[in-house]
């Protein structure tokens, strides 16, 4: 079934009469239109970057501006002060066979032009500028001050109008760099209640040595690179945070999600795979193409698109000493793993995208196949979900020609891999284990049933649901949420037949072609071994998802509280009720306020939350002062949350001053110290309703369940949630079995506890 096709476009021999040439026309017609297809995909690129670099300027703008220009020439105005008739000499230079007038013309045409050109740069450095104001933020809970009204309207009409994707990206500020006096400050506040008065007092004399000594100069080359470099922060993370890592990224760094729970649109596995692929591939070529809107904070501040890029066709590569990301700008094939066995997917026809129908007849065939996977081939991804070095090792001896070579590349070179699981998975509100076991299917799988190096793997069960994992160094979850609430939204909108077949009649299906593979016996070894580390490290994994339902995000608003810093109050009491102490808590916040911005730390546990936790279980204080405190705690959250947005965080800062302490060679106490400090609980919201697709007003069965990550501290906790509409909260609770002290499902007992004793608070505020 699934043979080879010929790639020969053309066939010679030599006869008695001469050279006899046999052309393969189909093969010829293939070669035309792939060309043609990257020709047209490297002129839209020319157009989009045109575009980009001129907006918000228009076509019909410089068309006004030129007609204003001849106009007041005609009249006998020059707009020019004289440049016009400076210029006509040169054009004429040029234009030696037109009148004195065409040439004229064509100067005022060409002045025209300087100033549509001086007038998109002004704009866009106004913008740049303007996009430096973030006091907007400070004043969301309070009126807005007339100051914010103006920026607000300004940046409105600057903005212009059906920006593309990148549209803004010229126009987003740089991160700037923090003073070192302000970092350290905030530091220091972070980890006052976290350590005894004699441990705080040595970390504040070693601040104030280091800020008065070594800081300073850290600082200037941060400074230095920031004016260099496009973002100081964010190559840095990428590099050191991520591709330096040595230990399996299976657990430790990839991150998952799982389909909206409460709808099940198709049991046929084919079908439903078929229509999420299809809504990728449209995704993809909305992607190419840039007409996805860029996000937009309260529908005037754009957001930095740059992650966007590498979302597809992209490919961890592991290396000895450091890994790297590897982009190819098109890719007319999906890489299929089914039953231990790869097959490449051709998803392109004759230059069109086949339909969800054609789609899903190719991958039925692969489910016909009942060929045998090669000796080491079911379990070859276990390289990918092992330990670094050793698949590095083995992708550079066994994997760098023949058989080998061809089929690694049809898996790197694909737009994205899917897995066509052999297990269902489902959602049952009365057994939470098997939401667990989605979960855990979505996060690990079995170690070796997931592509773990791609930007991400699609997974379909058996029964049809779906779910993703993702690879983290190319970019940040809401890339991919992004993606997962557009396409899922695509998928019920495509619709199915009453069996649960994709609609349509396929013209078209091509075959699947089987990868071939030839593993030496030390490749098998290797191969077993990373299966080994893979299988110990799955196995450690305790992972719980609770379906919180008593209530959500409309009583949190209901009691003027912001729900993030609800949530986040309630795991601090959660987590203090659990471990009897407090500790570093990493929330994660978007920096993407400034160009190829990522994230950044907030520090969830502060002075003001660990007050109202300790009251919350102190007999002698009121739900008055209760309430008060948590208000105190809410509005300190709310403001690290701010700072975290706006360029005012703390991590990322000592992060880079720490990397450029290592380049130099100097050793700082201080930062050695700050960087060694565990993240116990480490948690995230999912992002939700980036698009105008999902209304759960109108269908709140629509709900997304979320995604999750593995537990960052061995002694600690992992915890994403997704305030999935006004009455549903997602948590997924990570954490290790081989710890004596944690327990997922234990933590998320205590979360739903903490979430019913703080709404009962406020119900009985006045006691």
Sequence with gaps: MAEAHSAVAFSFSVTPEGLDVKLNHE?????????????????????????????????????????????LKIGGFDPSFGLIESQDKYVAAVFTNQSPAIIHYISCVLYATYLWFAKIIIIKWSLRVLLRYHKWMYEARGPMSLKTKIWIMTVKILGGRKPLLMSYQFSLPKLFVPSVKETVNKYLRSVKPLMEDEKYQRM?????????????????????????????????????????????????SNFYAIDAVLLHPSKVQVARASNIIHAMLQYRRDLDKESLMPLMLNKTVPLCSAQYERQFQTTRIPGIEKDTI????????????????????????????????????SLQKILDDDVEPAVGEKHLAALTAGDRVPWAKARQEYFSKGK?????????????????????????????????????????????????????TLVVASNGRIGFNAEHSWADAPIMGHMWEVCTADDRDYGYTDDGHTIGTPEICPNPIKLEWEFPKPCLQVIENCLEVATQLLNDVDLHLLYHNQYGKGFMKSVKMSPDAYIQLSLQLAYYRTAKKFDLTYESSMTRLFREGRTETVRSCTVESCQFAK??????????????????????????????????GIDRHLFCLYVVSKYLGEDSPFLTEVLSSPWRLSTSQTPHQQTNKLDLVKHPEHISAGGGFGPVADDGYGVSYIIAGEDVIFFHVSCKNSCPTTGARKFAEQIQKALADVKNMFEAKDS
Aim: charged content about 30%; aromatic content about 14%; some cysteine.
């Design 27 to 71: 093969a010829l017609k293939a070669v035309w239109r792939s060309g043609f297809r990257s020709a047209k995909k490297r002129v839209g690129r020319m157009q989009n970057q045109f575009k980009n670099g001129t907006y918000p300027a228009t076509p019909t703008s410089w068309l006004f501006i030129a007609t204003i220009v001849l106009a």
């Design 404 to 456: 080998n070579k061809a089929s690694l590349d049809a898996i790197e070179k694909a737009a994205f891999v899917v897995a066509l699981d052999d297990e269902p998975q489902d959602f049952d509100e009365h057994d939470p284990s098997k939401l667990d076991k989605f979960a855990r299917s979505m996060l690990h799988g079995k170690g070796y049933d997931r592509w773990f190096d791609k930007s991400f």
């Design 326 to 361: 590897v982009h190819y700008k098109d890719s007319q094939h999906i890489a299929v793993y089914h039953k231990g066995r790869y097959f490449k997917v051709y998803i392109h026809f004759r230059g069109r995208l086949l339909k969800p129908c054609e789609i899903e007849h």
């Design 204 to 252: 504040e004399k070693l601040s104030k040595e280091f800020q008065e000594g070594a800081g300073k100069k850290f600082n200037r080359y941060l400074v230095l690179k920031s004016w260099w470099a496009t973002n100081y922060v964010s190559d840095w993370w990428e590099d050191y945070v991520y591709l330096s890592g040595r230990s399996p990224i299976m657990v430790n």
């Design 615 to 648: 009251a919350m279980d102190d007999p002698t204080v009121t739900n008055k002062e209760r309430i008060k405190l948590m208000k105190l705690a809410a509005e300190e959250h709310q403001q690290g949350y701010r700072n975290a947005m706006s360029g005012h």
